[in-house]
T-cell receptor
């Protein structure tokens, strides 16, 4: 099975900072990778699908890139609501889905 | 507005059973793949199971295969998760969610675009 490793596991940042999270896949996964934000006590929200497709309701400060085994997620200009945990997720069609362990973005 | 409301969680002893339900509204339920995702206390997200629109094709994570059964009733706009032989490690918040699809000329991309608020399951004696 494919494993996803996110780094860092946590980071400290300030409002306005640029933050980048990486997700490394144990095997080549093309662009079959999504990114979610989970605020404390809330359900996750999809931010980026298929490595780089930003969901329409989210601002352009969120971006994703990469293909193959190495992926990045960037927030350009951290806002208070962005202090949360971020997860990457790989899908093998609808047969098997895997989440990364998460990256907590803290003040 | 898409709404997914889970119910049926609670405290159960190891080896016991529980049936989770998810009431869907605000969209044509029968047109979508649906999924269950769980989150153990203080831990990350873990995908549990997927079910196709017709309720026939189902997929599970290895750790629950043979113990959990995902099902749906399109007439009632409802998704279910029957959980048997429960273990302490099944303790988690269980989220019901809708699957979104990106269509490309040679493939499809899948993601979770709507989530319920979750229902808590605790397995302990």
């Amino acid at each position: 099975d494919i494993q996803l490793t996110q780094s860092p596991s946590s980071l400290s940042a300030s409002v306005g900072d640029r933050v980048t999270i990486t997700c490394q896949a144990s095997q080549e996964i093309r662009n079959y990778l999504n990114w979610y934000r989970q605020r404390p006590g809330k359900a996750p929200e999809i931010l980026i699908s298929d490595a780089s497709n930003l969901e329409t309701e989210f601002p352009s400060r969120f971006s994703g890139g990469g293909s193959g085994t190495h992926f990045t997620f960037t927030i350009s200009g951290l806002q208070p609501e962005d202090f949360a945990t971020y997860y990457c997720q790989h899908y093998d069609n609808v047969r098997l889905w895997t989440f990364g362990q998460g990256t907590k973005v803290e003040v | 507005e898409v709404q997914l409301v889970e119910s049926g969680g609670g405290l159960v002893q190891p080896g016991g059973s529980l049936r989770l339900s998810c009431a869907a509204s605000g969209f044509p339920f029968g047109n979508y793949w649906m999924t269950w995702v769980r989150q153990a206390p203080g831990k990350g997200l873990e995908w549990v199971a997927n079910i196709k629109q017709d309720g026939i094709q189902k997929f599970y994570v290895d750790s629950v295969r043979g113990r959990f059964t995902i099902s749906r009733d399109n007439a009632k706009n409802s998704l279910y998760l029957q959980m048997n032989s429960l273990r302490a490690e099944d303790t988690a918040v269980y989220f019901c969610a809708r699957v979104g699809v990106n269509y490309y000329y040679d493939s499809s991309g899948y993601y979770i675009n709507h989530w319920g608020q979750g229902t808590r399951v605790a397995v302990a004696s």
